[in-house]
């Protein structure tokens, strides 16, 4: 069996909280896994989808929103099954890159954040730096 994994951890700069999350792959798509980590708690999981099928894709919606303060770390994990074993796998003796087609991968973890202590901003002033960067700080591959 070829099971590939990949992390992607995402650390808070400014307190926020999430309302969405949307996991995204193609058809060798197998498992997402999202994990909070607030500072001084325990890591916690926010969603786990253990058996994710392309064709059942779906915005999950929590009734309450996730706070994160700043230091909170998110994790997701996204797995894929290049397999025979995977009945959707279109060719489980290619290796796979990521592409738009289906018959490619790829792998997002979407998610909605809104600020929760408002900021004002006057035209004219210089960007504050913790916008529009990414806050990526590990990622890694793991077979």
């Known amino acids: ?15 926020q909280a999430s309302y969405t999350m949307t996991p995204h792959m193609h ?4 498992a997402a896994l999202y994990q909070i980590t607030r500072p001084g708690e325990e890591t916690r999981t926010l969603l786990d989808v253990p ?5 059942w894709q779906h915005t999950y919606t929590f009734a309450e929103p996730v706070h994160a303060p700043k ?5 997701l994990t996204l797995t ?6 995977n009945p959707y796998n279109p060719n489980p003796n290619v290796e796979v890159g990521f592409g738009e087609p289906t018959t490619d991968e790829m792998g997002f973890g979407f998610m909605s954040f809104v600020e929760v202590e408002p ?15 990414s806050n990526v700080v590990q990622g890694e591959n793991r077979n």
């Open 51 to 55: 058996q994710y099928d392309f064709n």
């Open 27 to 30: 058809l060798r798509g197998k």
């Open 71 to 75: 230091g909170t770390r998110i994790d």
């Open 80 to 85: 894929w099954d290049n397999s025979v074993e």
């Open 119 to 133: 900021r004002r901003y006057v035209v004219g002033d210089p960007i504050p730096p913790e916008i529009g960067r």
């Open 1 to 15: 069996m070829q099971i590939f994994a990949n992390l992607q951890a995402l650390v808070i700069s400014i307190p």
